[in-house]
C-alpha cells in the first residue's frame, strides 16, 4: 500500500546537536511538507516542497533546513540554532493541485536532553 | 493569512450520543479539510469539502461558503471516535492552515 514514512517514532537530542527526520512517500506525489505541532497549537508549516530540487520556507523555518534530491525523500534538520526544538514533527504529501487532501505520516516525536 | 477557530477545544459526551465540531474560517477558501488525529498521533484525513455536505459512515461534513463555517456531525458516537478533530483551509502547493483541534471522548 502507498503511504508516508516517518522515521524514527521518537527521537532525543542533546542540546547543540543537529538531528535530521526521515520522511519517504511512495505515491508519487510532487509536493511535500513538515509541520510542527505543540500541544494547545494548531500545526505550523515549516518548510514545503513542489517540486525536487526546490523547496520553500513556511511560517516557522527559522533554525530548520531541508532537502529534496529525490521525489519520494523530503529529510528535516534541526538545527542547533532552532531553541525550541521538542515538539511533534508530521510530514505530508500530495499532488500539486490546489485543494487536493494531503497524506500524513505518523509522526517524529523530539524531545531534548 | 487565514485564521481557522474551531469550537469546542473539548468536549465529552456518552456512547451514542449526536456530536457537533464546529470550524470558521477568516478569508474565502475553495476547500476545507477535516482530519482525525489518534493518541499516537498520525492523522487521517477524513473530508475535503468545497461545498454542501458530504457523508462517510456516521460522518457527516457540511461547509457553508457564504459563512464561512463548516461543521463535522458524528451521529450514534461510540468511544473509538475519541480522537482530536483537525479543521484545516487551503491545500495544493502551499500547504493548509489548521485550526487547534477539538478533543472529543466518547464515554461508554
Known amino acids: 500500500d502507498g503511504g508516508i514514512t516517518q522515521s524514527p517514532k521518537y527521537l532525543f537530542r542533546k542540546e547543540g546537536q543537529n538531528v535530521t527526520l526521515s520522511c519517504e512517500q511512495n505515491?508519487?506525489?510532487?509536493?511535500m511538507y513538515w509541520y510542527r505541532q505543540d500541544p494547545g497549537q494548531g500545526l505550523r508549516l515549516i518548510y514545503y516542497?513542489?517540486?525536487?530540487?526546490?523547496?520553500q520556507k513556511g511560517d516557522i523555518a527559522e533554525g530548520y533546513s531541508v532537502s529534496r534530491e529525490k521525489k519520494e525523500s523530503f529529510p528535516l534538520t534541526v538545527t542547533s540554532a532552532q531553541k525550541n526544538p521538542t515538539a511533534f514533527y508530521l510530514c505530508?504529501?500530495?499532488?500539486?493541485?490546489?485543494?487536493?487532501?494531503?497524506?500524513f505520516g505518523d509522526g517524529t516525536r523530539l524531545s531534548i536532553l | 493569512k487565514n485564521e481557522v477557530e474551531q469550537s469546542p477545544q473539548n468536549l465529552t459526551a456518552q456512547e451514542g450520543e449526536f456530536i457537533t465540531i464546529n470550524c470558521s474560517y477568516s478569508?474565502?477558501?475553495?476547500?476545507l479539510h477535516w482530519l482525525q488525529q489518534h493518541p499516537g498521533g498520525g492523522i487521517v484525513s477524513l473530508f475535503m469539502?468545497?461545498?454542501g455536505k458530504k457523508k462517510h459512515g456516521r460522518l457527516i461534513a457540511t461547509i457553508n461558503i457564504q459563512e464561512k463555517h463548516s461543521s463535522l456531525h458524528i451521529t450514534a458516537s461510540h468511544p473509538r471516535d475519541s480522537a482530536v478533530y483537525i479543521c484545516?483551509?487551503?491545500?495544493?502547493?502551499?500547504?493548509?492552515?489548521f485550526g487547534k483541534g477539538t478533543h472529543l471522548i466518547i464515554q461508554p
Open positions: 505530508a504529501s500530495s499532488i500539486r493541485v490546489w485543494g487536493q487532501p494531503q497524506h
Open positions: 505515491l508519487n506525489h510532487d509536493a
Open positions: 516542497s513542489q517540486i525536487v530540487n526546490d523547496f
Open positions: 478569508v474565502g477558501i475553495s476547500a
Open positions: 469539502l468545497s461545498s
Open positions: 484545516a483551509v487551503g491545500g495544493g502547493a502551499d500547504g493548509l492552515t
